[in-house]
């Protein structure tokens, strides 16, 4: 029967015989899983800021926008031609199945001014479901209401940025500000949200009623369009529908023919966000794999250094197979010996790992996450390689012949 506990007992003897050298096997498994660990806190901690500023964005969205304007032979971009208005956006909401909420959009920038305190931004103007549908929530006073867009009230909601830049730590809600030279009474005050992964600040805007906008703010050639409609569908089995729906009805309001070209596009933010997520979690994954090399060149360094190991104690093989070892117990010894390096350099990795994810965190602000998966997959494969690696040079010591051993010079 293999007395475990002695041969365990040996091969952490033999290993503190040879600090040098075993601290030197184990460096390429510290590399690796060091480099596992911080590959894997960068990807995932991105795959999981990206999935936070989707779910910022909103789900099941459908984004209408202008088509592109041509002049003189060069297209001037998507939004360019104004063809979207209020009463699209009315139809739409009517008209088409499958929509949980409807809000127009239309953007100018425009100069902010509170007492002596100004700052420029993009202005938007909008309706109460914009904030429903963009996930934005009120964290003072109210949202807009019917009568605000009825009316034309010159009323508006800002973000924390805009409230830091104008009013400091005076209480914004019910305070009167400029937008351009338009005196409005701030109602609402957004909770906050901070960077984007694109590193836009989400808090830096403002929005006020659509037809405030369109008739006493913004200057357009073009009275009565907008920007762009923002739908949010139902659920995400139904939004296909609803999207095909809205482009015929778009199609037959502006009196498109069977051949011409739309004057509008339809995005689908859902497909667009799982396919950003898709590429993060792909990107994570290559990371992690790119890591992993580094561990495998540890191994090899387990396996040579551990051949290196054979040749140096055939002798005391030998001794040990004279007295009674079988070649089972040999095995076993370097088997782990091999284990232990793997082992030992696998949690020194962790540690070095984490420390080295938290500095490039610091150091760069990049968004990481450590998880457990990752701690223990990185030393469940370190100590796979450690015995993958190692069985050739514990199989060819087993092999050696006890009178050849002990001949040995």
């Known amino acids: 029967m293999i007395d475990i506990k002695s041969i365990l007992k040996m091969a952490v003897v033999s290993l503190k015989i040879n600090k040098m050298r075993s601290m030197l096997t184990s460096l390429g498994i510290i590399i690796g899983v060091s480099a596992v660990i911080i590959m894997l806190a960068v990807g995932t901690g991105s795959s999981q800021k990206i999935a936070k500023d989707m779910e910022a964005m909103g789900s099941n969205l459908l984004m209408i926008r202008s088509a592109s304007a041509t002049s003189g032979g060069v297209r001037m971009g998507s939004g360019t031609k104004p063809t979207l208005t209020l009463k699209d956006a009315a139809a739409i909401e009517k008209n088409c199945r499958g929509i949980l909420a409807i809000a127009p959009y239309s953007a100018e920038a425009k100069q902010l001014t509170y007492g002596n305190q100004n700052w420029s931004t993009s202005v938007g103007g909008t309706t109460a479901s914009y904030l429903y549908i963009r996930n934005y929530e009120i964290s003072s006073g109210r949202n807009f209401i019917p009568e605000d867009i009825q009316n034309n009230a010159k009323v508006t909601i800002i973000g924390n940025t805009i409230a830091n830049e104008l009013f400091g730590d005076v209480d914004p809600i019910g305070k009167t500000m400029r937008v351009g030279n338009i005196p409005f009474k701030v109602i609402g005050l957004l909770k906050t949200k901070g960077q984007s992964g694109m590193g836009m600040d989400q808090d830096d805007l403002i ?19 907008i920007d762009r409609i923002n739908v949010k569908a139902q659920n995400d089995e139904i939004i296909e529908t609803t999207q095909t729906e809205i482009t015929e009805l778009l199609r037959t309001r502006h009196h498109i023919g069977k051949n011409q070209d739309d004057d509008f596009e339809v995005r689908n933010l859902a497909e667009m966000q799982e396919t950003i997520k898709s590429s993060a979690k792909t990107m994570s994954i290559l990371l992690g794999a790119i890591a992993s090399v580094s561990l495998l060149v540890g191994g090899i360094g387990i ?32 088997l782990i010996e091999s284990f232990i390096l793997s082992m030992v350099g696998g949690l020194i990795g962790v540690a070095v790992g984490i420390l080295g994810a938290y500095i ?29 690696f190692g069985y050739y040079p514990a199989y060819k010591a087993s092999l050696l012949n006890p009178i050849d051993a002990l001949r040995y010079e």
Do not use: C, H, Y
């Not at 150091?363 to 998966?373: K, L, N, V, W």
């Open 207 to 225: 929005f006020i009623p659509i037809t405030t906008a369109q008739k006493k703010v913004f200057g357009t050639s073009f009275p009565g369009t």
């Open 360 to 388: 490039v965190k610091w150091t760069t602000g990049t968004t990481i996450a450590i998880t457990s998966m990752s701690i223990f997959l990185s030393l469940g494969f370190s100590g796979a390689i450690g015995v993958l």
């Open 303 to 334: 396996m040579n250094i551990m051949l290196v190991s054979v040749t140096e104690r055939t002798k005391e093989i030998g001794i040990r197979m004279a007295i009674g070892a079988k070649a089972s117990d040999i095995r076993i010894q370097f």
